[in-house]
C-alpha cells in the first residue's frame, strides 16, 4: 500500500483539500482529524458538509470519517450558538471506533428510472449508514391485533435500530466526484470490516 505524502497536521493532501473545499472551519476541523489520528496512516476519507435551516438561522455541520489500517475516526463539528451571546461557537467532536467495533456498513443506493439503468452507474444518490453500537434507536407503536373493533390495550411494538451516523451523498446536490468518493468509502469500509 502506498502511503501518501504528508502536508500539514499530518494529513494526507487529498484530505485536506476535501476539508478545505467543505468551508466549515477548515483549521479546526483539520487540528481536531489531526489530533483524533495521532500518526495513524489514513486508508480511506469521506468529508460531508451540510447546511440546514432551523426558523430564523442557518447552521453547518461538517462529518469527517476517516479509515485507519486498525479504526474509524468520526469528527464531527457544528455551529452552536447560544442566544444572547456576543459570537457564535463551534463544538467539534471525534470518536474512534476500532474496525473490529464496527457492526454494520449499510449503503442504500438511489436510481432513477431503474428501467433504463446502465451497469457500473450505481445510481444518483448514496446513503451510507454505520453502526457501531454507540447510538440505538427505538421505534414504538401501539401494538394491535388486525381486529378493527378491538379497542384492548395490546402494549406496544417497535424496532431496535442501530444507527451511529448516516451521510446522505446526492450527485445533484453535491456532484459526482462527491457521489464517488462516497461509494470508494463505503466500500473500503466494509472490506476493512469483513476481515
Do not use: K
Not at 457492526?103 to 454505520?130: C, F, K, N, Q, W
Not at 394491535?144 to 378491538?150: E, I, L, R, V
Amino acid at each position: 500500500m502506498n502511503v501518501p505524502s504528508r502536508a500539514s497536521g499530518g494529513l494526507p493532501p487529498a484530505l485536506i483539500r476535501d476539508i478545505e473545499r467543505a468551508g466549515y472551519y477548515p483549521g479546526l476541523v483539520r487540528d481536531v482529524v489531526s489530533t483524533a489520528l495521532a500518526g495513524d496512516d489514513v486508508v480511506s476519507h469521506l468529508v460531508h458538509q451540510e447546511t440546514t435551516f432551523d426558523h430564523d438561522s442557518v447552521r453547518r455541520h461538517v462529518t469527517v470519517l476517516v479509515l485507519t489500517a486498525t479504526r474509524l475516526v468520526v469528527a464531527h463539528a457544528d455551529d452552536h450558538t447560544e442566544e444572547g451571546a456576543p459570537v457564535g461557537t463551534a463544538t467539534a467532536t471525534t470518536e474512534s471506533v476500532p474496525l473490529s467495533g464496527v457492526r454494520g456498513v449499510m449503503l442504500t443506493h438511489v436510481v432513477a428510472d431503474p428501467a433504463s439503468y446502465r451497469p457500473g452507474i450505481l445510481g444518483h444518490e448514496i446513503t451510507v449508514t454505520i453502526g457501531w453500537g454507540s447510538v440505538t434507536r427505538v421505534d414504538l407503536l401501539p401494538a394491535t391485533c388486525g381486529d378493527p373493533a378491538c379497542d384492548a390495550d395490546h402494549g406496544y411494538e417497535g424496532t431496535l435500530t442501530a444507527d451511529d451516523i448516516s451521510i446522505r451523498v446526492s450527485a445533484v446536490a453535491d456532484g459526482d466526484s462527491a457521489l464517488s468518493q462516497a461509494v470508494a468509502f463505503a466500500s473500503a469500509l466494509q472490506a476493512a470490516t469483513a476481515r
